[in-house]
């Protein structure tokens, strides 16, 4: 199986200041179809999961554009570029190329 | 608007079984693969099971083949879980998510208990 590592798996962070949350793949996510499915999650407290950005960096409706998604082969990363508020929660990158899916284990950010 | 509502879980002996159901609604059901995802209590998020559209292609977790049975039915709109041998370590909160590389909505999800 493909092994997702995330880091850092706790990041406090100021409000207003950015954050940056790594993921690497145990294998390359290029799939045969000459996309990388590497997708990032957002679960706030209490809530079910959201998806935030899909196929590296693809942003989705309605999620603010503070956050961006980057990388290639093995290594991505999730960037938000002023931390606010609502921000707070456990974030997961999921690899879609390969059988079975696999998660990272979840950053969580916090506020300092 | 798309909606995914999962039901059928509560509390369970180990080696019991659980059907989970997940209907859907806002879209065309039949046109997408469907995942469980679970998150066992404060731990992360664990995929389960895939099924395509036509039921041509499924796939489950090593932790759950042989145990547990992913279906659909596309005329109810709707998408199930069978669990049988029901372990402590399978007692979690499951998610059914639509779609198959990127899962796009999730449902609330239902909670499964296996305990004595």
């Known amino acids: 199986d493909v092994v997702m590592t995330q880091s850092p798996l706790s990041l406090p962070v100021t409000l207003g200041q950015p954050a940056s949350i790594s993921c690497r793949s145990s294998?390359?996510?290029?799939?045969?179809?000459?996309?990388?499915?590497l997708n990032w999650f957002q679960q706030r407290p209490g809530q079910s999961p959201r998806r935030l950005i899909y196929k590296v960096s693809n942003r989705d409706s309605g999620v603010p554009d503070r956050f961006s998604g980057s990388g290639s082969d093995t290594d991505f990363t999730l960037k938000i570029s002023r931390v606010e508020a609502e921000d707070v929660g456990v974030y997961y990158c999921m690899q879609g190329t390969h059988w079975p899916r696999t998660f990272g284990q979840g950053t969580k950010v916090e506020i300092k | 608007e798309v909606q995914l509502v999962e039901s059928g879980g509560g509390l369970e002996q180990p080696g019991g079984s659980l059907r989970l159901s997940c209907a859907a609604a806002?879209?065309?059901?039949?046109?997408?693969?469907m995942i469980w995802v679970r998150q066992a209590p404060g731990k992360g998020l664990e995929w389960v099971s895939y099924?395509?559209?036509?039921?041509?292609?499924?796939y489950y977790a090593d932790s759950v083949k042989g145990r547990f049975t992913i279906s659909r039915d596309n005329a109810k709109n709707s998408l199930y879980l069978q669990m049988n041998s029901l372990r402590a370590e399978d007692t979690a909160v499951y998610y059914c998510?639509?779609?198959?590389?990127?899962?796009?909505?999730w449902g609330q999800g239902t909670l499964v208990t296996v305990s004595s």
């Open positions: 998510t639509r779609g198959s590389a990127s899962p796009d909505y």
């Open positions: 099924i395509s559209r036509s039921t041509d292609a499924i």
């Open positions: 806002g879209f065309t059901f039949s046109n997408y693969g």
């Open positions: 294998q390359s996510l290029v799939n045969s179809d000459g996309n990388t499915y």
